[in-house]
């Protein structure tokens, strides 16, 4: 009877094709991914045909244009400058007043999440958001 010594049983794995397929896959993602330097989101606003434009109380309008400047009681204002924006809406404001938001359409969405967690942080529940037009 004939038994198998250690020498006699060598087993060898061939990585030369598991290298292959790395290889083939590692070009499939790199050529696959989309490489994009503009990570910023491009929002347009919608228009809307049922709200209506003209304003019944234009002092409780407050307009984002897409420059950065707010505009509250006629008077401009920085976004950068919204702790000191807010404390006038809040003396000037009741917090139980419905407040409009007219926002330009090329306005950044960081400036209006901005401007509306502020009136909400202030107590201002009420708002509503349209698109501005000249």
Do not use: C
């Not at 009877?1 to 020498?7: A, P, Q, R, S």
């Not at 990585?15 to 790199?30: A, G, H, K, N, S």
């Not at 950065?68 to 003396?91: C, D, P």
């Amino acid at each position: 009877m004939k038994f198998f010594t250690n020498k006699e049983r060598v087993l060898s794995i061939e990585i030369t094709p598991l290298i292959d397929i790395v290889f083939l896959l590692v070009i499939f993602f790199v050529v696959t991914s989309k490489i994009e330097s503009n990570q910023y989101l491009s929002l347009d606003l919608p228009t809307s045909q049922s709200f209506s434009s003209s304003i019944t109380n234009a002092d409780k309008n407050i307009v984002l244009l897409d420059t950065g400047i707010l505009i509250v009681n006629n008077q401009e204002f920085n976004v950068s400058q919204i702790k000191e924006v807010m404390n006038g809406i809040q003396a000037t404001f009741d917090t139980s007043e419905t407040i409009i938001l007219s926002i330009e359409n090329k306005a950044y969405h960081e400036w209006v999440i901005l401007l509306m967690d502020e009136l909400q942080s202030a107590g201002f529940q009420n708002l509503q958001i349209k698109t501005y037009t000249d």
